[in-house]
């Protein structure tokens, strides 16, 4: 069954580097997240890419923070100067489509990668 | 704005017996989806359950179902026969409907715990 994946699984920084997280999505799907949950704490939503171009970001997503999606598989956030509040667990997440129904409208989560800014 | 309420922290439930998880949401919006995640101490997120707003029947996925009250904006999820391995973190999430994003609004989770 396909599935989204990440690397890395685990990524550990100092403070003020840049990090790239990678992600491929589903390869039907249309839609691409990315989400944020802080240790002990609810998933947030970072941004949502469609037709190669962000279609919403939330006030997390500052200008700290990029995606790409360079070559029509892999799907990136680009974190450019990393602070301690920025260590997380980051989820990508793909959807195929916008129908109410099951098949086409599940966001599909892949592992995560768990970021340590110290 | 829309938010999703889930308001039990934390529940227990013996082997094999049942046990509903709550949650509440508000939204203007007359098009949405629910969605039920699990989390397991491994932390990824995986895809239980989904009830389309406009579904007349309650969703069922094997021993996961929901209690869809629209006029009461609920949707509980209810799992039959708790195994050991349902022990995890659940959320509750909503897809918006607007623009072209539908990016999901989650709930804070109610963590499970089910005892032998």
């Known amino acids: 069954e396909p599935e989204v994946t990440q690397t890395p699984s685990h990524q550990v920084t100092q403070m003020g580097q840049e990090v790239i997280l990678r992600c491929v999505p589903i390869s039907n799907h249309l839609y691409f997240y990315w989400y944020r949950q802080i240790l002990g704490q609810k998933v947030e939503f970072l941004v949502s890419?469609?037709?190669?171009?962000?279609?919403?970001k939330s006030e997390i997503f500052d200008d700290q923070f990029s995606v790409e999606r360079p070559d029509g598989s892999n799907f990136t956030l680009k974190i450019r100067s990393t602070k301690l509040e920025d260590s997380a667990m980051y989820f990508c997440?793909?959807?195929?489509?916008?129908?109410?129904?099951?098949?086409?409208?599940?966001?599909?989560f892949g592992p995560g990668t768990r970021l340590t800014v110290l | 704005a829309q938010k999703i309420t889930q308001t039990q922290p934390g529940m227990f439930v013996q082997e094999k017996e049942a046990v509903t998880l709550d949650c509440t949401y508000d939204t203007s919006d007359q098009s949405y989806g629910l969605f039920w995640y699990k989390q397991p101490s491994s932390g990824e997120m995986i895809f239980l359950i989904y009830?389309?707003?406009?579904?007349?029947q309650n969703a069922t996925e094997g021993r996961y179902s929901l209690n869809f009250q629209k006029a009461r904006k609920s949707t509980n999820l209810v799992i039959s026969a708790s195994q050991l391995g349902d022990s995890a973190m659940y959320f509750c999430a909503m897809r918006s409907s607007g623009g072209s994003n539908y990016k999901l609004t989650f709930g804070k989770g109610t963590l499970l715990t089910v005892n032998p």
């Open positions: 997440a793909s959807k195929f489509g916008r129908r109410d129904r099951v098949s086409t409208d599940t966001q599909y």
């Open positions: 009830q389309g707003s406009y579904d007349e």
């Open positions: 890419f469609y037709n190669n171009e962000i279609s919403e």
